[in-house]
């Protein structure tokens, strides 16, 4: 971690060997899929409107996959070619696990404000699976008591997620808060 004071904030640049990792795994998935379903359509016979579709289609599904690879689509037919584009994912190799937080908590630990940073993204995710399990998407706030309440519902979301997987950890299962609610999900069907 490397750290920068200007005008009472803090700046902290902090590279993480895990989420290095972890990204990497991510973008490598995307990017095969991604190759994956690109080599499909360049097999595929269809009108040319039909190949636009689909590649609007893949797309939207893999969009930061879609920025590594350059997609030259035939002015005429219904043909495209596709080529990593190596430049790019050099930059994005450079960038992943690596952070810069801004905060006003000037006094802190830097290890302590990444620690901080890890449980805001967990918090977010878990809000973000039970606004998924609720089926209440999109969320815009525009006043003050909403925005609150939006987080007090984040931090509760957050709190069930850590108290059941805290409950379930001792029986030795690895990711079971989630795969909890995706059973959970299947005997509601």
């Known amino acids: 971690m490397k750290l920068l004071a200007h005008d009472g904030e803090l700046y902290v640049f902090a590279e993480s060997h895990d989420r290095i990792t972890k990204e990497r795994g991510m973008r490598k998935r995307r990017l095969k899929r991604l190759w994956g379903r690109l080599h499909k359509l360049a097999t595929m ?16 599904q893999y969009p930061a996959a879609w920025r590594l690879v350059d997609v030259t689509i035939d002015d005429e ?5 596709y ?9 994005v190799r450079r960038r992943e696990g ?20 890890i449980q805001l ?6 809000f973000k699976n039970l606004k998924g ?16 309440a939006h987080i007090f519902i ?3 979301a957050y709190c069930l997620h850590a108290t059941l997987a805290q409950q379930l950890r ?9 795969r909890a609610r995706q059973v959970r999900g299947r005997a509601d069907a």
């Open 83 to 91: 080529q990593l584009n190596r430049e790019r994912l050099a930059h």
């Open 154 to 156: 984040a931090f509760l």
């Open 77 to 81: 037919q219904a043909a495209f070619t």
């Open 121 to 126: 993204v967990q918090v977010e995710e878990a």
């Open 45 to 60: 016979q269809l009108t040319r409107k039909e190949l636009l579709m689909k590649l609007g289609a893949a797309r939207s």
């Open 133 to 148: 399990d609720l089926a209440i998407r999109p969320i815009y706030h525009q006043h003050e008591p909403r925005i609150e």
């Open 98 to 117: 690596r952070y810069l937080l801004r905060t006003n908590l000037t006094g802190n630990d830097p290890a302590e404000l990444w620690r901080y940073y």
């Open 170 to 178: 001792p029986h030795a299962l690895a990711h079971a808060a989630q």
